[in-house]
């Protein structure tokens, strides 16, 4: 049975430069972000350069993607900041990756550098053919959003998850039989607060009949949505139905 629990963090960035771009998504949140705005308890992967000859977000954005594969940011948010500096050469090959500020935290430093340098090693593509330099520094920020210096931003925020709203009903399996049985099933919450019915799954089941009761009653539930930051977003989740205790 596949298992599968909701997402605890909601994922947005923003594209920029000194000419100001419109707010992109990144990797994977699966949200409108025109309502988003960062505040001081988000958390930030930001890729900054000083050169401001560099105008290219583009051609970054695939390495901040690449961060956030390995870069795992755990509840609640961490209060911890370090950078990351390295150089890459015309070829896009990196060189001399290293910590330039520490957290004071070895493992976090540990993991963040990791995270860059792997990010950085499967970079295959040469510099932009519009920026005249040989190489190019670039510094690899954890910590708040820095919007000033930002060239590429990935913000990272606690979403509140979908609630069932009051006077659900109840999947029609009579209570006398639910003493020890157990239904897990896995949903996805639209926007609306709405149950998507094609993407009920049962993770687990000790009675066939009460899974066909949870499978029919389902689709009428409602939720107050999963909100990132004022944003309603779409939200997979799982339901425990009888016995909670664990498998």
Not at 161 to 183: F, I, L, S, T, W
Not at 196 to 219: G, K, N, Q, Y
Request: with cysteine.
């Amino acid at each position: 049975m596949r298992s599968r629990l909701a997402a605890t963090l909601g994922i947005v960035a923003l594209v920029g430069c000194v000419q100001r771009t419109p707010p992109q998504p990144s990797f994977p949140a699966r949200v409108g972000i025109q309502c988003f705005t960062p505040g001081p308890e988000d958390y930030a992967v930001t890729i900054v350069v000083r050169d401001t000859l560099y105008r290219d977000t583009l051609w970054l954005r695939p390495l901040l993607d690449g961060i956030g594969m390995t870069w795992r940011v755990e509840t609640p948010l961490p209060r911890r900041s370090l950078d990351v500096a390295a150089t890459l050469s015309r070829d896009g090959v990196a060189h001399n990756v290293r910590i330039v500020r520490r957290s004071g935290f070895r493992d976090f430093d540990e993991r963040a550098l990791s995270a860059v340098d792997t990010a950085l090693a499967d970079n295959y593509r040469p510099l932009p053919a519009g920026y005249a330099a040989d190489s190019l520094r670039l510094l690899v920020r954890f910590g708040a959003p820095d919007t000033d210096n930002a060239l590429v931003q990935t913000w990272l925020s606690v979403v509140r998850p979908p609630k069932p709203k009051r006077g659900n009903p109840e999947p029609d399996y009579p209570a006398e039989r639910r003493a020890g049985q157990r239904v897990s099933a896995i949903v996805l919450i639209d926007s609306l607060g709405n149950v998507d019915p094609d993407s009920i799954e049962i993770a687990l089941s000790t009675d066939d009949d009460f899974a066909r009761a949870v499978l029919e009653v389902l689709p009428r539930w409602r939720f107050t949505p999963s909100m990132i930051r004022g944003c309603r977003v779409a939200r997979l989740i799982r339901l425990d139905f009888g016995d909670k205790s664990p498998d």
